[in-house]
């Protein structure tokens, strides 16, 4: 077998995984009990002093046994992950849609005029550092309806970095092109769709991927908040049973739906690059 | 589930009336398991059925007026006549003359017909919330044509605001909640309703385990302690209990407000010293080895109030007939929960991800009453946690006096008018009634609490008793 450089640092990465899972594993092994229990020691779930982790071999049997059965429904209160997935993906992305369907043209508004830069510009300064949770009191006061409080949540909290980066690449398209278009008679519409948009769409996806990814993130306190449904429902249901076996399996499911998220987003304006 | 005043009206040895020396085999063992006599307890001659659903249970009262209207209510013409011709053909002959059957779809379609079937109720997952959980894998709500979802709440703010907004038809609360809502304390002022009172007792104090040595009071100074709302019977029992012990709740402890579930985690890192709280976290604490039971609450105030079964006043007036059936259900579910036989099969109903989700010993020791309390020892308290439904205006009338005396309201307050509209005595009375349970024929008393009397005449006076007050 010839040796290969390039399999390094896939080697020492999967040593550094399997020593770290290994000590983890080993070191969160309860004792084994040798006498029978007494019925004060029953009534406190065993002999042991404290509480552990979980190690991760019953992470992993948990994972397997959820992923087996995505899909199941037993009432309102206890649904599979992949059900709860879908509902978090419902929200954030009616959410996300939105907000890019009114920042994106608001954006490009703001980024053509000046004008209109100087005038908008300290409504978005004040409102974007708000942290969305605490739009949440407000919204369910006066939407009176839980879903779409927490989809307006979304909203607003992914429509900053969308409107900031569509009027930032729409106002540095360069001059020329514009003049060039001004020569060849295009009207101002015209101009708008086959010039500054496919020149600033690689910031205007900046933008959408820096949205999706908070949006991700504030789904699961949104949802740990208001309940019901959804990946952030379900992490505090099993919170609630202090059951961390669940919480370390759902925190892994939240970091890879995020991450197929910003990948499907890069995949995108990879794309849209390559038109330029 | 027999029900003494529901004999079978075609029995000729059962008495309608039960008086003294009554000869009913209900009548006969209660009085036989009185002097000992262990043979005559045996249901010799049981009843044409027992009376297992509601249903059942509404046909015999049927048919019970009707065969009393019969004999004109007099029960020993009856009892004679039904002797010599024996109950199974009075039954089928009055049932030739009379139809049995349309009268009692009649007097049930009486009832009205349920203007809406399809309910959300919302719970917070505590123990406190059995009988609202229990009605439905007992099918109590379906018994009254109610398809209803139960659905988990993270906390009492959102619960609140989720029957505000009429997401919920009607919510589990906690008792102060529907009083503090419609006096616009802490939200905007609502007509809320509040027809009957789910659980009494069944909280504790509980402490951290560093704090073994520190189990007087007067050693907490500086304590963090966290209730779960503002509006709560925990947050006014907490104010009572260190004030009783000379400690100012707002200036010689901290109280913050932490939703239930996560007392446990914050008791473990340290954020906080103590609290009072809803079961079964207070257990869970013992369980995961974080904290131990200093007090449970019924040694505060025996039989207090805790948690409340609440709806929005338009919800009453929109829907009266769903409204009542649902009260139904809610009571029955209560006095099934009451019952010490049912707890063990309670625990493991309830204990599932769908309902409360927590282990299952957890639950089983806080409503059997049989548990371990952290500090070494197995305490055995049946009524650690009960249910009662009966919403006494008394009740309300102390807890206004008490978010008076820590400032949550201030002003006149017209005590027993505010009492009356929120708490719904009367139609907690009625239910209970109907489904043959005895409601008190009061609905004000006097408490004793800690030791002090409590006078519901006179709340301004009780107020200013108090040393340590915000007023
Ligand atoms: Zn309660």
Redesign the pocket.
């Known amino acids: 077998m010839r040796y290969r450089p390039a399999l390094r640092p896939l080697i020492i990465s999967l040593v550094f995984l399997f020593v770290a899972l290994g000590s983890w594993e080993w070191s969160s092994q309860p004792p084994k009990a040798t006498e029978a229990l007494s019925e004060y020691e029953l009534l406190m779930g065993g002999a042991e002093q404290e509480a552990r982790v979980p190690p991760p071999s019953a992470v992993i049997i948990h994972a397997f046994n959820e992923l087996s059965d995505p899909f199941y429904d037993a009432g309102p209160n206890d649904k599979g992950i992949g059900i709860q997935l879908a509902y978090s993906l419902y929200r954030v992305l009616t959410g996300f849609l939105l907000a890019a369907l009114i920042a994106i043209p608001c954006g490009f508004v703001i980024g053509m005029f000046p004008v209109m830069h100087k005038a908008m510009n300290p409504y978005v300064q004040i409102l974007k550092p708000i942290s969305p949770l605490a739009w949440m009191p407000l919204a369910l006061f006066i939407i009176k309806d839980s879903e779409a409080s927490a989809i307006f949540v979304i909203f607003i909290c992914s429509i900053w970095p969308m409107l900031i980066n569509t009027a930032f690449g729409v106002a540095n398209v360069r001059k020329d092109w514009i003049n060039v278009a001004r020569t060849h008679e295009l009207s101002d519409m015209r101009t708008a769709f086959t010039v500054i948009l496919p020149a600033a769409a690689p910031t205007i996806l900046t933008g959408m991927r820096i949205s999706i990814g908070i949006a991700w993130l504030v789904i699961v306190a949104a949802e740990m908040l208001v309940g019901g449904t959804g990946i952030g429902y379900y992490v505090w249901n099993e919170w609630n049973n202090l059951d961390l076996t669940s919480v370390i399996f759902a925190i892994m499911m939240i970091g890879i739906v995020g991450m197929m998220l910003d990948l499907i987003l890069s995949s995108v304006s990879r794309w849209v690059a390559y038109e330029e | 589930m027999t029900y003494k005043s529901l004999g079978d009206p075609f029995n000729p040895d059962q008495s309608l009336l039960h008086e003294k020396g009554c000869s009913c085999t209900q009548c006969i063992s209660e009085n036989s398991k009185a002097c000992g006599a262990q043979t005559l307890a045996t249901e010799s001659k049981p009843d044409r059925e027992r009376l297992d659903t509601t249903e059942d249970m509404m046909d015999r009262v049927i048919e019970s007026t009707i065969v009393r209207g019969v004999f004109a209510h007099n029960d020993f013409s009856r009892r004679s006549f039904l002797g010599l011709v024996g109950g199974g053909l009075t039954a089928s002959i009055l049932g030739s003359l009379i139809p049995f059957d349309e009268i009692k779809a009649a007097v049930k379609d009486s009832m009205g017909k349920l203007e809406k079937t399809k309910l959300n109720v919302g719970f917070v997952p ?1 123990t ?1 919330a059995t009988p609202i959980i229990m009605a439905h894998p007992l099918g109590f709500y379906s018994k009254y044509g109610l398809d209803v979802d139960v659905i988990k709440t993270a906390g009492w703010a959102v619960a609140r605001d989720k029957s505000l907004a009429g997401e919920y038809d009607a919510s589990h609360m ?1 008792t102060p909640m529907p009083l503090a809502m419609s006096l616009g304390a802490g939200s905007a002022p609502t007509p809320y309703v509040m027809p009957t009172v ?2 009494i007792n ?2 504790a104090i509980v402490l951290h385990v560093d704090h073994k040595d520190k189990r007087d009071p007067k050693q907490w100074k500086g304590f963090k302690f966290g209730v779960p709302f503002e509006y709560s ?1 925990h947050n006014f029992l907490l104010r009572y209990y260190v004030a009783e012990h000379g400690l100012d709740p707002d200036k010689d402890i901290q109280i913050r407000v932490v939703p239930p579930p996560e007392m446990v985690a914050n008791l473990r890192a340290g954020n906080l010293d103590g609290y009072l709280s ?1 079961d079964p976290f207070n257990q869970r604490a013992v369980w995961e080895k974080i904290g131990f039971i200093h007090i449970l609450t019924k040694e505060i105030w025996e039989g207090h109030p ?2 409340a079964f609440a709806c929005s006043k338009e919800f009453t007036n929109r829907y009266p007939n769903t409204y009542s059936a649902l009260l139904k259900a809610i009571v029955d579910a209560t006095h099934y929960s009451a019952k010490a036989e049912n707890r063990i099969e309670i625990s493991a109903a309830i204990a599932p991800k769908n309902y409360l989700n927590q282990p299952e010993p957890v639950i089983r020791q806080v409503l059997t009453g049989r548990y371990a309390d952290g500090l070494g020892g197995i305490q055995d308290v049946p009524d650690r946690i009960d249910f009662d439904p009966f919403p006494w205006h008394s009740m309300a009338v102390w807890i206004l006096t008490q978010m008076k005396r820590w400032g949550y309201i201030k002003g006149d307050l017209e005590y027993n008018k505010i009492a009356e509209a929120v708490y719904l005595a009367s139609d907690a009375g009625a239910k209970m009634k109907e489904l043959g349970y005895t409601p008190p024929t009061e609905t004000y008393k006097n408490y004793t609490i800690m030791g002090k009397e409590f006078d519901y005449t006179k709340p301004e006076q009780y107020i200013n008793s108090f040393a340590i007050r915000r007023m």
Do not use: H
């Open positions: 505590i406190c906690l789910e659980n069944g909280q019977m809803p805790c948690c």
